[in-house]
């Protein structure tokens, strides 16, 4: 199973941006597709995750209402598009996969390497 984060960029405060999971290896229709994000010096905490056959999706309180996950099957992806961004979204975004949708990162078997979303105020 491999998964490709891109995405990530600088963007000023209020802004938008729309990070991307590629995904292979896997038919993803039966699992769930999460982000979590890592600041400097902070432990790594859920963001969204997305169920791939329902749509069913859940957000950190903290993103609700400004981010959106989203899943393309055509393309093997899934996408997160972030508005409103604020300086304390500054972190490196990572996405995996599980086999539901879950907070916890332990319950993700696979990851990619991370794309640093920087916000500047």
């Known amino acids: 199973v491999q998964l490709q984060a891109s995405g990530g960029g600088l963007v000023q405060a209020g802004g938008s941006r729309r990070l991307s999971c590629a995904a292979s290896g896997r038919t993803f229709s039966r699992y769930a597709m999460g982000w979590f994000r890592q600041a400097p010096g902070k432990e790594r905490e859920f963001v969204a995750a997305i169920n791939w056959s329902t749509g069913y999706a859940a957000y950190a309180d903290s993103v609700k209402g400004r981010f959106t996950i989203s899943r393309d099957s055509t393309k093997n992806a899934a996408n997160l598009q972030m508005n409103s961004l604020k300086p304390e979204d500054t972190a490196l975004y990572y996405c995996?996969?599980?086999?539901?949708?879950?907070?916890?990162?332990?319950?993700?078997?696979?990851w990619g390497q991370g794309t640093l979303v920087t916000v500047s105020s």
């Open positions: 995996a996969t599980s086999r539901s949708v879950s907070t916890r990162a332990i319950d993700y078997d696979y």
